[in-house]
């Protein structure tokens, strides 16, 4: 998948909500990641094709979305606040993507998404969790060209989000975009990050974790270590240090563990 943007601008009046975009990425995955407000919904509606770029373009795989009359067939999406205001149950939707041709992984999703428990729910009744499931159902059960997550995880408790998080990161074609970046992470091999609409960072994974910072995790939140932190995240901290030096930590139970510092480092970074 080749995602590019230049000169991309969506205003809304007085406001840009995003400004300036230009980068080419070459991914199988590829994260936004930014806080509420930074632009990443507003590019995700631009990529999906149901909002026009007020400046520039924004191009999948050679196209423009906006203006692919089969972009809903190329494209599955869901966003982050899933609405079902429909009086039928779950299994009446489960139905429904079945005799689709295009929808073979219908079975199996029904399954490791635990959706097979409240099947006969309505689905005006579910929980902001359930109809989050349900939604991921539509987007990732049947077949496109790509598909479009806007904060796939919200509303799911941890082990169901790191479910998502796992079949998400098997698939091709992925464009996220999530403010959590462990999330991050764990399923993309392309980063963009943003702030206020604006770029600023983009890179692949070998880039991410590329520097000798890492993140360190205290056992208790008060323990000094012998170096100062770059960033304080609570009981994460971002440091430089060799490797050897937090295995001697870890070992001698200084601190719980550690890794390579990546997005929250680049995040914190650039703000």
């Not at 994260?31 to 400046?55: D, E, F, M, R, Y």
């Not at 870890?250 to 510092?261: C, E, Q």
């Amino acid at each position: 998948m080749i995602v590019e943007a230049k000169n991309l601008g969506v205003n809304y009046g007085k406001t840009w909500g995003i400004k300036n975009l230009t980068f080419k990425a070459k991914a199988d995955r590829l994260a936004l990641i930014g806080h509420n407000g930074s632009g990443k919904t507003t590019l995700l509606s631009v990529l999906v094709g149901i909002k026009h770029p007020t400046t520039g373009s924004a191009r999948i795989n050679g196209w423009e979305p906006y203006k692919r009359k089969d972009k809903w067939v190329a494209i599955r999406y869901s966003f982050e606040k899933p609405q079902f205001r429909i009086p039928v149950k779950v299994r009446d939707l489960v139905e429904t993507l079945r005799v689709n041709p295009m929808c073979s992984k219908i079975d199996e999703l029904v399954e490791v998404l635990g959706i097979a428990s409240f099947l006969d729910k309505r689905i005006d009744s579910l929980s902001s969790g359930q109809a989050q499931l349900c939604n991921l159902l539509v987007a990732l059960s049947c077949d496109s060209e790509v598909v479009i997550l806007d904060e796939p995880t919200a509303h799911l408790d941890s082990y169901r989000a790191g479910i998502v998080d796992e079949l998400i990161s098997k698939r091709k074609g992925v464009i996220i975009a999530t403010h959590d970046v462990e999330e991050g992470e764990a399923v993309a091999d392309y980063f963009l990050i943003l702030k206020e609409g604006q770029l600023v960072w983009h890179g692949g994974r070998a880039e991410l974790f590329s520097n000798d910072v890492y993140e360190v995790t205290l056992i208790e939140t008060g323990t000094q270590l012998p170096f100062e932190p770059i960033y304080r995240f609570g009981a994460t901290l971002i440091v430089k240090a060799t490797s050897h030096e937090l295995i001697d930590m870890v070992i001698n139970g200084v601190i719980a563990g550690f890794k390579r510092a990546g997005l929250r480092y680049v995040y914190a970074k650039s703000s």
